[in-house]
């Protein structure tokens, strides 16, 4: 079994280029840092450091141990936070990311939620390709995010994904459109809009935005973006003042908006998967039981709106 200390010898020695120089970050003695790097050589079955008069360097075995003991030494280090959290003050602390749609509907009932389990939320709204990159290089524990089918998003082999709702995309359009007496609409209706202004996001290439582009493109069409905003808020409103129309997740619509029809779209391409992403833990790369409870929060939010 690895002992950590032979991993944060590794380190060291990564870090510093020799073990002499390792040595002295540590606070240990030459010897000892040989002593554990040999032992973790002969754990492994191959060497690790490649030494020479001018220092050591990891070997191509050696690079990826450093960049697994990277990962573990971090985990341990959090373990020792979190529980020293929870021995002192009950609780443990747990860094979340939310896009900002979900925060309003969902972020004070999960923080209340999980407060009673004695987790407390230190919260980040950001939109999704920064949330990815922030769980990905584990600078938060936890992100809640959004996907859609065929848009897989770029998580670390290490990074597990729980889908908590499925949530549909809907064709939002003024009252007084001719389709704003429809029950629903079919793909090809969607694509056939093509001479309407339309509201997309303003964050290039979102996922979402992507399904009606490329359905436009598939079906040898452009679409007409006269519009973009973030703001489910201020799309709903421009789209009731007819200046616009747009799909709006029905997450984000909330209460029926005066002036707006929403449409739902008879395709499972339209709708965008709400995931809950953490890095695994252990052998079966599992979410934490900290990350677990905020999944099961999570759920219950959107029960309670449901």
Do not use: C
Not at 67 to 94: F, K, N, Y
Not at 218 to 246: H, K, N, P, W
């Amino acid at each position: 079994m690895i002992d950590l200390r032979q991993l944060e010898a590794l380190r060291a020695v990564g870090s510093e280029g020799s073990v002499a120089r390792a040595a002295r970050r540590l606070g240990w003695s030459q010897p000892t840092v040989d002593y554990h790097l040999r032992n973790l050589d002969r754990l492994v079955g191959a060497p690790l450091l490649q030494r020479s008069t001018r220092g050591s360097a990891p070997t191509p075995a050696g690079a990826l141990m450093l960049e697994r003991a990277a990962e573990i030494l971090t985990l341990a280090d959090r373990a020792l936070v979190d529980v020293r959290s929870l021995a002192e003050a009950g609780h443990v602390r747990l860094r979340f990311g939310t896009f900002p749609t979900a925060a309003a509907r969902l972020l004070p009932s999960i923080a209340a939620q999980v407060s009673e389990w004695g987790i407390e939320l230190d919260a980040t709204l950001e939109e999704v390709a920064p949330l990815v990159a922030h769980v990905n290089q584990r600078e938060l524990d936890a992100v809640l995010v959004y996907s859609v089918p065929g848009y897989d998003l770029p998580f670390r082999s290490d990074v597990s994904t729980t889908e908590v709702l499925r949530d549909p995309l809907q064709l939002a359009v003024p009252e007084s459109h001719p389709l704003a007496s429809r029950e629903s609409i079919d793909r090809a209706t969607l694509v056939a809009l093509s001479q309407e202004r339309w509201l997309l996001g303003a964050t290039r290439n979102d996922p979402m935005d992507s399904v009606v582009v490329d359905a436009f493109a598939e079906a040898g069409r452009t679409i007409d973006v006269s519009i973009r905003t973030d703001d489910f808020s201020v799309m709903l409103g421009m789209i009731a003042a007819g200046m616009s129309i747009g799909l709006v997740p029905k997450l984000a619509s909330g209460s029926v908006q005066p002036g707006v029809a929403l449409l739902p779209i008879d395709d499972p391409a339209f709708a965008r998967s709400i995931l809950i992403a953490a890095p695994g833990e252990g052998a079966g790369r599992e979410p934490s039981p900290a990350v677990r409870r905020l999944a099961a929060a999570v759920r219950h939010a959107i029960e309670v709106l449901d």
